[in-house]
């Protein structure tokens, strides 16, 4: 597996990094696994399940620049991205693998699930839900998109973000529900180096991954290119 840390990235950039990538991923025969890992400036996204009417926005702040709403080619509904918040985006060949897009997404989380229980959080998944919980709300949504059998977009781990933005979005009615952070989770801080050290070995060993190499950055990065959903 090849983990790239991005740093902090305009989703824009990231998404066009995942399109480019994933031709090269569908075209190998080793059955390579790409990570990215990055933070993304405020902004919210509307997945196929989602409805602007989720967004409890004032229109001016988005006339006004100030947060930008975009629909994504994804699963699921709305979700807020913002600096804090660790988005995981595994590009993983899954015919390869002889992976089904469920079993993809039990892997993903238990990846993340192992993750938090190493830095000491005790977190589970819900039934027929995607995402992984804890005691104070949701702390990982799921977002999942798979082209030509290769997965991109993938899920966002509330670290330490700021939580003010995550009330633009309507939460479901229970309190458990509401989204939160591993920050509130811990009642102490967490470094983002720490989540993202732990969770590239613990993805690894979910997708069978015998080893893995860390990059800075990606050179496809540096080529530019046009945007994409």
């Not at 967004?55 to 807020?80: A, H, M, N, P, T």
């Not at 039934?127 to 990982?140: D, E, I, K, N």
């Not at 082209?147 to 973000?161: L, S």
């Not at 309190?175 to 989540?195: D, F, G, N």
Request: charged share 20%; hydrophobic share 40%; aromatic share 6%.
């Amino acid at each position: 597996m090849e983990a790239h840390l991005l740093g902090r990235i305009e989703l824009s950039r990231c998404l066009a990094l995942q399109q480019r990538l994933i031709g090269r991923i569908a075209a190998r025969v080793d059955g390579q696994i790409c990570l990215l890992l990055c933070e993304h400036p405020a902004i919210i996204t509307i997945g196929r399940g989602g409805s602007p009417s989720e967004v409890q926005l004032d229109c001016r702040l988005i006339r006004s620049g100030q947060l930008e709403v975009r629909w994504v080619k994804r699963g699921g509904g709305c979700l807020v991205h913002a600096p804090g918040q660790l988005a995981v985006y595994p590009i993983v060949p899954l015919r390869w693998h002889n992976l089904s897009v469920g079993q993809y997404v039990d892997r993903l989380q238990a990846g993340i699930l192992n993750t938090l229980e190493a830095l000491g959080v005790q977190a589970h998944t819900r039934p027929g839900r995607h995402g992984v919980w804890g005691r104070t709300g949701q702390l990982a949504a799921f977002g999942i998109a798979v082209r030509d059998w290769v997965t991109y977009h993938g899920a966002f781990i509330n670290v330490a973000p700021s939580m003010g933005l995550f009330r633009l979005v309507e939460a479901d009615t229970q309190p458990t529900a509401r989204m939160s952070c591993l920050v509130a989770e811990r009642q102490k801080p967490v470094k983002m180096t720490s989540v993202r050290a732990e969770l590239v070995g613990r993805l690894a060993d979910a997708f069978g991954c015998d080893r893995y190499h860390l990059h800075t950055g990606h050179p496809l990065l540096r080529q530019g290119g046009p945007s994409r959903r």
